[in-house]
């Protein structure tokens, strides 16, 4: 399995950031799998924001919650983040992974597989 994040690499403050994750080599509708979004800002650990699972229900970090939004599209294979007022703060590579037990995740979980990651900057 293969995932790829793209997505602007540079957002203004206030702006909402929009990420999508496109996997290959397995759908994203098969039982029992999470697709997940993760961030780590600069200097920072790692920080899941939010999964979707392969149900089509949605999870996210309390402390996003109000911020964070995980849709799907079946068809194209895809899931995507979308990251509401953004600050300065929101600066960080984010990240797509595939997880196999049910969400929330500390930032130790290992997940099954991981994008590359991409960078965003926020700018004020």
């Known amino acids: 399995v293969q995932l790829q994040e793209s997505g602007p690499g540079l957002v203004k403050a206030s702006q909402t950031l929009s990420l999508t994750c496109t996997v290959s080599?397995?759908?994203?509708?098969?039982?029992?799998?999470?697709w997940s979004w993760i961030r780590q800002p600069p200097g920072k650990g790692l920080e899941w924001m939010g999964a979707?699972?392969?149900?089509?229900?949605?999870y996210y970090s309390p402390s996003l919650k109000s911020r964070t939004s995980i849709s799907r599209d079946t068809s194209n294979n895809q899931f995507t983040l979308q990251l509401t007022a953004v600050t300065p703060e929101d600066t960080a590579v984010y990240y797509c992974?595939?997880?196999?037990?049910?969400?929330?995740?500390?930032?130790?979980?290992?997940?099954?597989?991981w994008g590359q990651g991409t960078q965003v900057t926020v700018s004020s």
């Open positions: 080599g397995g759908s994203i509708t098969t039982n029992y799998y999470y």
């Open positions: 979707i699972a392969s149900s089509g229900s949605a």
């Open positions: 992974a595939r997880g196999s037990l049910p969400p929330p995740y500390g930032p130790r979980y290992e997940y099954d597989f």
